[in-house]
T-cell receptor
Framework: QKEVEQDPGPLSVPEGAIVSLNCTYSNSAFQYFMWYRQYSRKGPELLMYTYSSGNKEDGRFTAQVDKSSKYISLFIRDSQPSDSATYLCAMFGNTGKLIFGQGTTLQVKP | DTEVTQTPKHLVMGMTNKKSLKCEQHMGHRAMYWYKQKAKKPPELMFVYSYEKLSINESVPSRFSPECPNSSLLNLHLHALQPEDSALYLC????????????????FGPGTRLTVL
């Protein structure tokens, strides 16, 4: 079993839709959670960072962490074609290793 | 400034060549990382440097040799690579160490696209 599970999709939505991306994890030592956006042939871009449980909002993006369920989510409101990319969840315990999910490919259609 | 820079952007090398990848950050981060990414796969950890010392080597073959000359720079020396080593090589940095509540936002560079012929 992978430490971090993420549905690879692809996920296709119409422009303006609310997008929900999710990851589950098995290691209860994970405390630091991140979401990255990666365009084709580019480096991952940090979108959201959350420490421990709770919600965080930044513009159209909301990150949620539920440590009791070992489940994290990223919501994108009013999705745009420019949001079409691969979204990667990633998390640290205290080992110094940033562990990634498989990534979800999102396509937002105009 | 949350920028991590990497050079070169692209590199083509033969199996007998020696080349180096370079990474730089000026965020005062004390943890730096090398990742390898194949197409349609997530980044895969290779090495972690903490306070300029190698702290994690994920059983990477010795044809990859990392070096951290100072707190801002990270190099990856390449020698006698195989065609299967062709990939996007990503450098990243974070604040480190893992003290409770310390912000561990990790920033990636644009990567070096390596092709081994």
């Amino acid at each position: 079993q992978k430490e971090v599970e993420q549905d690879p999709g692809p996920l296709s939505v119409p422009e303006g839709a609310i997008v929900s991306l999710n990851c589950t994890y098995s290691n209860s030592a994970f405390q630091y959670f991140m979401w990255y956006r990666q365009y084709s042939r580019k480096g991952p871009e940090l979108l959201m960072y959350t420490y421990s449980s709770g919600n965080k909002e930044d513009g159209r993006f909301t990150a949620q962490v539920d440590k009791s369920s070992k489940y994290i989510s990223l919501f994108i409101r009013d999705s745009q074609p420019s949001d079409s990319a691969t979204y990667l969840c990633a998390m640290f315990g205290n080992t110094g290793k940033l562990i990634f999910g498989q990534g979800t490919t999102l396509q937002v259609k105009p | 400034d949350t920028e991590v820079t990497q050079t070169p952007k692209h590199l083509v090398m033969g199996m007998t060549n020696k080349k180096s990848l370079k990474c730089e950050q000026h965020m005062g981060h004390r943890a730096m990382y090398w990742y390898k990414q194949k197409a349609k796969k997530p980044p895969e950890l290779m090495f972690v440097y903490s306070y300029e010392k190698l702290s994690i080597n994920e059983s990477v073959p010795s044809r990859f040799s990392p070096e951290c000359p100072n707190s801002s720079l990270l190099n990856l020396h390449l020698h006698a690579l195989q065609p299967e080593d062709s990939a996007l090589y990503l450098c990243a940095s974070s604040q480190g160490p893992f003290l409770a509540g310390a912000n561990q936002s990790t920033f990636f560079g644009p990567g070096t696209r390596l092709t081994v012929l």
